[in-house]
């Protein structure tokens, strides 16, 4: 759905890789409960950062 509506999915441009290790994951871990997601490409919207935040597991 969202690589239907925006241009870029999932690269924010701040993303550091090194040369030969490749993204091929579009969601980003920040935590163990938090993966984020960046959009943009959409006639009228600037941007979107989809997160998605878990219940913390013991």
């Known amino acids: 759905m969202l690589r239907e509506n925006f ?7 701040q ?4 040369q030969e290790e490749e ?3 579009l969601m980003q ?6 993966y984020i997601l960046w959009c ?3 006639p ?3 941007s979107m950062l989809l ?5 913390k597991r013991q």
């Open 7 to 13: 241009t870029v999915v999932g690269d924010n441009g």
């Open 15 to 18: 993303t550091k890789t090194g």
């Open 23 to 25: 993204q091929t994951d």
């Open 29 to 34: 871990k920040e935590s163990e409960n938090l």
């Open 40 to 42: 943009t490409g959409r």
């Open 44 to 46: 009228s919207i600037d």
């Open 51 to 55: 997160e998605l935040r878990f219940v």
